[in-house]
């Protein structure tokens, strides 16, 4: 129902987050990832939280723990086309994988494989940025 509905982030949206190294920023290894694993991830089963509780079911930064935060510091809305075209595949695993000083809420996920934040990455950018 649209009394449900939460109001989208912000597009575009400020990036305070760090640069991935060079090396890290040009890597991708989507085309081998699961993304029924990634979509299942995000959604549900990722720990120490499943991703939407922050950045929402459909990606757009409006889950129920994000929208405690205002920008720059918001959850970021994975279906902004003017702020997602700049962030690699490469860049995205470095964030989960690493977490951002720049973004406190946004901790390094360090109980996920590198395969399943490669799982995770791939539903974002295939299904979420469309």
Known sequence: SSA???KKAECPQPRKTAKAPSSDFKKDKTKKANKANGKKLFQKTAK???CKMCHGAKGDGTGKLGK????????RNFTCKATMKKVSAGQM????KK????????VAHKKLK????WDIVKYIREDLMK
């Open 99 to 106: 977490g951002s000083k720049n973004q406190p809420a946004m």
């Open 4 to 6: 449900y509905a939460a």
């Open 93 to 96: 695993f470095w964030i989960i």
């Open 68 to 75: 405690a935060f205002k920008s720059p510091k918001a959850p």
């Open 48 to 50: 120490p939280m499943a």
């Open 114 to 117: 590198d395969k399943e934040i």
